[in-house]
């Protein structure tokens, strides 16, 4: 059983920055990939990024390329999302999630969700 509890969303203006952190309890932490989702209102909850029990594999939505990076401290038993350029359009609840599949898996293969942290970005 793994819990996760994301943190660091707020209010930030356009062209800004925020890192959100996801907490996970559960020794078996470091056997898990990582993501990072978001949900607009009147939307799916889509992908954003994912990262690889150890780290060396990450793969993002090209809508975030180049402005979002995914990391991870397994022995803090943290995943973070360092978002920077921020646009009105990034706007949505971001959520973490915990797969047990490798490599990007999809949506359904999470197995474990945080309750989200909402994200607005004002033009």
């Known amino acids: 059983q793994v819990q996760l509890v994301e943190s660091g969303g707020g209010l930030v203006q356009a062209g800004g920055s925020l890192r959100l952190s996801c907490a996970a309890s559960?020794?078996?932490?470091?056997?898990?990939?990582m993501g990072w989702f978001r949900q607009a209102p009147g939307k799916e909850r889509e992908f954003v990024a994912t990262i690889s029990w150890i780290g060396g594999y990450t793969y993002y939505a090209d809508s975030v390329k180049g402005r979002f990076t995914i990391s991870r401290d397994n022995a803090e038993n943290t995943v973070y999302l360092q978002m920077n350029s921020l646009k009105p359009e990034d706007t949505a609840v971001y959520y973490c999630a915990a797969s047990r599949s490798n490599g990007s898996p999809p949506k359904d293969r999470y197995d474990y969700w945080g309750q989200g942290t909402q994200v607005t970005v004002s033009s």
């Open positions: 559960g020794r078996t932490f470091s056997s898990y990939t």
